[in-house]
């Protein structure tokens, strides 16, 4: 976890108090300091910080738009920092935090409020992970957010459980963990960090968990391009479009036809525009976010080769005929990126990626009926899950389907810093976050089998 190196306490300036989260108090509950006042003590990163996090908790918003919302807008550049470390280390360090806050409340399985206890979290957050910021700011502070929620009764127990959380020492890593045990210590939940020590080893998951609780940081897998023409994307995605790019086939007597059936952010898009002859056709079911990627395109000079659509890829229009090359980018859970959409492990169930599965099996069946003689489908995720990646290959593609080496095409894309050996088996790419210098990614490329 980076430390915060920005403002500790509360910063003087003219915020004006914002009345989102703050409770009417009843009046037969005495004269204690009123929401507003205790509000008013709050400094505007964390006022900024509390209410996202309880908007991404409650399922409102996701952390990334909201930190570019208008509610960071009024910030400082210095408070918009520490709101963002906040909100993203709060996230990623959520499942660990409960547990020692969980150690010291007296009754360890009640239930709290929501408000109450995303103050303990915020409060416990600021003294386990942040060196720069003062004890007793992140106590006060967390104090009069719950105060300033509407729960006044609560503030001396949040007040106790601070000092304890403060004054206690950090837990020892012990020498053997269990998996149970390690995934908590790492914030994540038990049952998906037992599946990848199933799938990838004890060592491999100790690592991706580690991973997760880091920034993100780009330039780990490829050199740093000063390159003006290249579009900004995370260097897990760059991999994939570079894999997609160096799989099209050569077409004679006419132009290359690239269908990326899933497009929308539009990053694996560029790239495929930059790094191929092809015309682009990039769909996606979301009109909002084609509106936004059609937007992006039109940034870059290459960006004219690609015509957006809304389309669900199980029924793009006949009259579009067929492709040399499809990129079935599918959404999946995600699970591979943990570290930039770190409430993803608090949200997924289970369960829920069987019905992944369904969807990603008709989305690449669709596809893989549209393709040219001698065409080739890119399958790619962002998800660690075998459900959601070889277990729908296996699902849709039957005999007359074979894998063309990812490993080949992977000795074409230039400017890799990292050996990538050990994320390719059966000639399917699965990068691992903490183990390959990028999120986790799974890339199979596939043809039929009779040419
Ligand atoms: C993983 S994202 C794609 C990211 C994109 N390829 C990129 O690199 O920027 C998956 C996208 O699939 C879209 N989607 C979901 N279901 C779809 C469907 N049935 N047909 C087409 N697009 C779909 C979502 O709206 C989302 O934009």
């Given amino acids: 976890m980076k430390r915060f190196e920005g403002a500790g306490g509360k910063k003087p300036g003219a915020v004006p108090v914002k009345r989102s989260f703050v409770k009417a108090r009843p009046a037969s509950a005495g004269p204690t300091r009123s929401a507003e006042e205790a509000q008013a003590k709050v400094s505007p ?28 807008e009024e910030l400082s550049p210095e408070d918009r920092k520490l709101a963002t470390a906040l909100v993203m280390g709060v996230l990623r360090w959520e499942i660990a935090l409960d547990a020692r806050v969980r150690n010291f409340l007296e009754r360890p399985e009640q239930k709290l409020p929501e408000p109450v206890a995303l103050a303990l979290r915020m409060g416990a957050f600021q003294l386990q992970h942040m060196n720069r910021i003062p004890a007793h700011a ?204 770190p409430e993803i492990r608090q949200r997924l169930k289970p369960e829920e990626l069987a019905r992944q599965a369904l969807r990603q099996r008709e989305i690449l069946a669709a596809a893989m009926k549209r393709l040219a003689p001698g065409g080739r489908v890119v399958y790619s995720t962002c998800s660690l899950e075998p459900e959601e990646n070889e277990r729908v290959v296996e699902a849709v593609a039957g005999a007359e389907w074979r894998r063309v080496g990812v490993d080949r095409l992977i000795g074409r894309v230039e400017g890799l810093r990292q050996d990538l050996g050990s994320a390719v088996r059966d000639g399917q790419l699965r990068t691992l976050p903490g183990v390959h210098a990028c999120d986790g990614f799974y890339a199979v490329v596939l043809e039929r089998a009779s040419g």
């Fill in 138 to 341: 992140a106590l006060s502070e967390s104090v009069e957010l719950c105060r300033a929620a509407g729960h006044p009764h609560a503030t001396g127990m949040v007040n106790a459980i601070l000092r304890k959380v403060a004054a206690a020492q950090k837990p020892k890593e012990r020498i053997f963990e269990s998996t149970a045990a390690f995934a908590e210590r790492l914030g994540h939940p038990r049952w998906l960090v037992e599946r990848w020590v199933e799938h990838y080893g004890r060592d491999a998951a100790i690592k991706i968990c580690e991973a997760d609780q880091e920034e993100p940081a780009s330039g780990g897998l490829f050199a740093i391009s000063d390159d003006e023409k290249m579009p900004q994307m995370d260097d897990g995605s760059r991999l994939v479009a570079e894999i997609a790019a160096a799989a099209a086939p050569v077409v004679e007597d006419r132009a290359l036809r690239v269908w990326d059936c899933c497009a929308a952010p539009g990053g694996k898009t560029l790239m495929l525009a930059l790094r191929t002859e092809g015309d682009v056709l990039a769909s996606d079911v979301s009109a909002k976010r084609t509106a936004h990627m059609e937007a992006r395109l039109r940034r870059f000079p290459y960006g004219a080769k690609v015509r957006g659509v809304v389309s669900d890829a199980a029924k793009l229009a006949e009259e579009e005929g067929e492709f040399d090359l499809i990129l079935c980018d599918v959404p999946c859970s995600g699970t591979g990126t943990l570290a930039r959409n």
């Fill in 45 to 72: 990163a964390r006022r900024v910080a509390f209410e996202i996090l309880l908007l991404v908790g409650a399922g409102k918003g996701h952390n990334d738009e909201l930190l570019h919302g208008v509610r960071t």
